[in-house]
Structure formats: C-alpha cells, structure tokens
C-alpha cells in the first residue's frame, strides 16, 4: 500500500522559516512527479509547487521566489522549503504524488504563520 507522510509543520512567526517534508512509500518514487498544495480554512485547496520526475520545477505565483521544492530520490523525499512567511501562507499543506493517472495524498500538516 502506497503511503505518502507529511512532516515539518508548525507555529511560526512572519518573516520566518519552515522545511517541510514528504517521504513516499513508492518503490518507483523516481518516475513520479511530486507536488505540495495547501488548503486554507474556507478556500478550495490550489497548487504550491510541483517537481517532476526529472527535476523540472513549477511554482504559484504567490510563493515564487519565496518557496522551493526539491527530491531526494535516495530517501524518497520531497521537500517544500519556505522562507519569507507570511500570514496568508497559513493553511494546511498537502503532499500528492502523481504518475500516469495514479495519485496519493498525504494526511496534511499544519502550518500556522502568526506572530
């Protein structure tokens, strides 16, 4: 059974900094492409960041030049590092992986930008 388990969230004031992390049970993790996306309360859940099998990087608008996403193929991880919060980033993220149709999400973590 595919998992896929979110870590990293938590409290952290404006300005701050966060790594989050998403290791996946998937024994071809390398041919999937990799994503986070975040959910805040009353909003529908919208795309951060997205990794593809080879490296290639996409981002929102809204969190270009703050966030980056990358993998470790060794660990089956992906990583959202965030730097440059702000309140609006308040939300719970989620980690998905996709491939050819298939997809897996995380549980989610919360992060909460708040001084």
């Known amino acids: 059974q595919v998992q896929v388990v979110e870590s990293g969230g938590g409290l952290v004031q404006p300005g701050g900094s966060l790594r989050l992390s998403c290791a996946a049970s998937l024994s071809i993790f390398r041919f999937y492409g990799m994503a986070w996306y975040r959910q805040a309360p009353g909003k529908q859940r919208e795309l951060v960041a997205h990794?593809?099998?080879?490296?290639?990087?996409n981002y929102a608008a809204s969190v270009k030049g703050r966030f980056t996403i990358s993998r470790d193929g060794a660990k089956n991880t992906v990583y959202l590092q965030m730097n440059s919060l702000k309140p609006e980033d308040t939300a719970v993220y989620y980690c998905n992986a996709n491939r050819s149709g298939n997809t897996y999400w995380g549980q989610g973590t919360q992060v909460t930008v708040s001084s």
């Open positions: 990794i593809t099998s080879g490296g290639s990087t």
